[in-house]
């Protein structure tokens, strides 16, 4: 069973920043991809930054200029610094994950419990 531990969300000010972390466990056999997605309430999911699994890192437009993503897919984890936080940066993000397991099933849709960020004075 695979899983995925987000931390780091919490109470920002505006202007303020944040560094979220996710690791990934269990019976893996290749992380092809790791990313940050977000959904505020009555919002889809939108991409926030992804390593994918061709290496490119992509950026959502709105988050561009003020997120960094890093991290080591070798070793399951991936960070995602967050700068300039606005109050429409408040969600819930979630860490994905593209992998194949132990038992050679490979999919995309692995994701952490998410963290609440919240962006406030």
């Known amino acids: 069973q695979v899983q995925l531990v987000e931390s780091g969300g919490g109470l920002v000010q505006p202007g303020g920043s944040l560094r979220l972390s996710c690791t990934a466990s269990?019976?893996?056999?290749?992380?092809?991809?790791m990313g940050w997605y977000r959904q505020s309430p009555g919002m889809r999911r939108e991409l926030v930054a992804a390593d994918t699994n061709d290496g490119s890192i992509k950026y959502g437009d709105s988050v561009k200029g003020r997120v960094t993503i890093s991290g080591d897919k070798a070793k399951g984890t991936v960070y995602l610094q967050m700068n300039n936080l606005k109050p429409e940066d408040t969600a819930v993000y979630y860490c994905?994950?593209?992998?194949?397991?132990?038992?050679?099933?490979?999919?995309?849709?692995?994701w952490g419990q998410g963290t609440q960020v919240t962006v406030s004075s």
């Open positions: 994905n994950a593209d992998l194949t397991d132990g038992l050679g099933r490979t999919s995309n849709n692995f």
């Open positions: 269990g019976s893996i056999f290749t992380i092809h991809g």
